[in-house]
């Protein structure tokens, strides 16, 4: 696998091991907003005028940095096919690399990620503006909170929505009720470049407030 690759299949995994909170709550405006004749009651129900205030993390360059080299050592092991520490990286951990690094740097100040016992609650604020050129978008935000359980077993993962809350109240039932039967990391699989990624790991783990990666032990 060449390097650009292994960026690609690390890209995804960011976007969706540590930030599926987003695609959950983006996957709901398109379900529905996408119902032409109900778009702007929908726009009025579930977006708000003024964005939602997202905890902030500083750190430091230096911090951003042995961050960084810690996921480019996992990285480069994955893709040598060599053995690994596991990366683990707790609730700080994770939203500085949020901030701090290129390819989740599109979520800074629109998501935080909270890592509560077994499960990943995210904050998320998003501009519609940004996602659709229609003029009803125009200064509207998506502000919303969820809860998932991720896990990892023989390179599947698993991703299960427990809650969901849009403009501060829970989604209607019978859509909450269709999503938490759903494996929301189903469609990482359609790249082969992340399939390939993901079958490179062994866990995914998340337990007293910190996410486990385990890799496949090397050849």
């Known amino acids: 696998m060449s390097d650009e690759q292994v960026k690609k299949g690390r890209g995804?995994?960011?976007?969706?091991?540590?930030?599926l909170v987003v695609i959950v709550l983006l996957g709901i405006v398109g379900l529905v907003l996408g119902v032409r004749y109900a778009l702007n009651k929908a726009v009025q129900q579930y977006t708000e005028t003024q964005p939602m205030v997202i905890p902030k993390v500083?750190?430091?360059s230096l911090e951003v940095t042995n961050l960084q080299e810690r996921v480019k050592v996992f990285k480069?092991?994955?893709?040598?096919?060599?053995?690994?520490?596991?990366?683990?990286?707790?609730?700080?951990?994770?939203?500085?690399l949020i901030t701090g690094?290129?390819?989740?740097?599109p979520l800074k100040n629109h998501v935080y990620i909270a890592v509560q016992g077994?499960?990943?609650?995210?904050?998320?604020?998003?501009?519609?503006?940004k996602l659709k050129d229609w003029s009803m978008f125009r200064g509207r935000y998506l502000n919303g909170a969820a809860s998932i359980k991720a896990s990892l077993e023989n390179g599947v993962l698993i991703?299960?929505?427990?809650?969901?809350?849009?403009?501060?109240?829970?989604?209607?039932?019978?859509?909450?009720?269709?999503?938490?039967s759903q494996n929301l990391a189903k469609?990482?699989?359609?790249?082969?470049?992340?399939?390939?990624f993901m079958r490179k790991l062994d866990r995914l783990e998340v337990k007293d407030g910190r996410v486990t990666v385990t890799a496949k032990a090397g050849k």
Do not use: M, W
């Not at 995804?12 to 930030?19: A, V, W």
């Not at 480069?76 to 500085?96: D, M, Q, Y």
């Not at 469609?187 to 390939?196: T, V």
């Open 12 to 19: 995804c995994f960011f976007y969706g091991c540590l930030t």
């Open 101 to 105: 690094t290129p390819d989740t740097l």
């Open 58 to 60: 500083q750190a430091s």
């Open 159 to 180: 991703v299960t929505l427990q809650s969901l809350q849009v403009k501060g109240v829970e989604l209607p039932p019978h859509i909450l009720t269709q999503l938490k």
């Open 76 to 96: 480069g092991a994955l893709s040598a096919g060599t053995a690994v520490e596991p990366l683990v990286l707790n609730e700080r951990e994770i939203n500085v």
């Open 118 to 129: 077994d499960q990943l609650k995210g904050q998320v604020s998003v501009p519609l503006e």
């Open 187 to 196: 469609d990482l699989y359609n790249d082969p470049n992340a399939a390939e």
